[in-house]
């Protein structure tokens, strides 16, 4: 990618900020090895081909949109789409399995680091310890990497020795100043006693102490209890989307596009 296209693709992705977190963190290493950009004068569209099947995002303008939507191969994707994207797309697919979610953004001014005491950091030597948590559990995060706990933003909680809580993020941009929380897990007969809402807020605090500015998570909007431990800990819910694993068709019309990679 040159410098100018990195810039203007930077610069558009800019504009949405909240909406547009993972992608700018994307950019760099190590997730820009596994980006695939088409860009538009006012859109963007991302293919990450670090998961299997890969994530498809896109940004900007539906006019703009349309055309690089139209290009992406034929083939299975993770969906990252608001509406408008997702209606763009719909004649080209031809089966999914989606859930609608919250993209849901920090208020810096509503956190209470008071809510962190007792959550104590994790590292990669805590590697075998989280992943006994998660288990087989159905739910399980399934966006988890090791490499993750090298942002230095994980916590847990343990009770009797063993970790039953663990929240997380998914990227960080230092550079950027945004971080993306995910990897929240609370053992199940461990629930409902505000574990998550710790280990989340001990994330937040050494993120913000950091100078990390804009904090996201994602959320499905049927999990009731999530969004209520989010809302206590100061995030509101930003716009909603789009999530889920689909078959995308083969494109009826050539558009002409400019691909970036």
């Known amino acids: 990618m040159t410098l100018d296209l990195l810039d203007r693709v930077e610069r558009m992705l800019e504009r949405e900020r909240l909406w547009s977190a993972y992608a700018l963190a994307d950019l760099e290493p190590p997730h820009a090895a596994h980006a695939q950009w088409l860009a538009a004068e006012d859109a963007v569209v991302l293919i990450y081909r670090a998961f299997e099947p890969p994530v498809l ?8 949109a349309r055309a690089l939507l139209a290009k992406i191969p034929s083939g299975r994707y993770l969906f990252t789409l608001m509406g408008t994207h997702r209606a763009l797309l719909a004649p080209r697919i031809q089966e999914s ?12 001014e509503k956190f209470d680091a008071g809510l962190a005491a007792g959550a104590e950091p994790l590292s990669r030597e805590d590697l075998p310890a989280i992943e006994e948590l998660f288990g087989e559990h159905p739910d399980r995060p399934d966006a988890f990497d090791p490499g993750q706990l090298d942002d230095h933003a994980f916590f847990g909680v343990r009770q009797g020795g063993a970790l039953v809580a663990v929240a997380g993020t998914h990227v960080v941009s230092q550079r950027r100043r945004l971080a993306a929380v995910g990897n929240v897990f609370t053992q199940p007969q461990h ?20 100078g990390v500015e804009t904090i996201v998570l994602n959320v499905s909007m049927r999990n009731a209890p999530a969004i209520r431990c989010y809302e206590r800990l100061g995030f509101w819910p930003f716009c ?21 990679r």
């Open 191 to 210: 629930r409902g006693h505000g574990l998550a809402t710790q280990v989340t807020a001990g994330v937040l605090q050494a993120l913000l102490g950091r």
């Open 57 to 64: 995002f896109a940004a900007g303008s539906p006019d703009g």
């Open 97 to 108: 399995t989606e859930t609608q979610m919250w993209r849901m953004a920090l208020r810096l």
């Open 240 to 260: 909603g989307y789009y999530e889920g694993v689909g078959r995308v068709g083969p494109a009826s019309d050539s558009i002409e596009e400019q691909t970036v």
